[in-house]
């Protein structure tokens, strides 16, 4: 891969991440600590959603992530060449 070709998939690769890992904050510290209080004025299946994106939410959030970040770094590594063949 090219210097330059190599810059900007790292580059990328880095704005991926830091897309999840800022998903990641909002929803297990926001959702699940900071705004605990708020959002269990609001029922999901039932439950405080508060309490929800504490227990479960973040779970299910964290999976999705990792489903999300192999999905897109399999298109990024096939669009700069350098997928597993």
Known sequence: MLDKSAQAYW???IRVILGCLT??????YGF???LVDVL????????KLGF???QQGSIYT????I???AWKMNRLDE?????EQ
């Not at 998903?23 to 297990?28: A, E, G, N, R």
């Not at 669009?79 to 997928?83: A, S």
């Open 11 to 13: 580059k990328r690769n």
């Open 23 to 28: 998903v990641w904050f909002i929803v297990s």
């Open 32 to 34: 699940g600590i900071l």
């Open 40 to 47: 269990n004025n609001i029922r999901f299946f039932g439950f």
């Open 52 to 54: 929800w994106f504490a």
């Open 62 to 65: 964290f999976i999705v992530l």
């Open 67 to 69: 489903v999300f970040y």
């Open 79 to 83: 669009e700069f060449d350098v997928h």
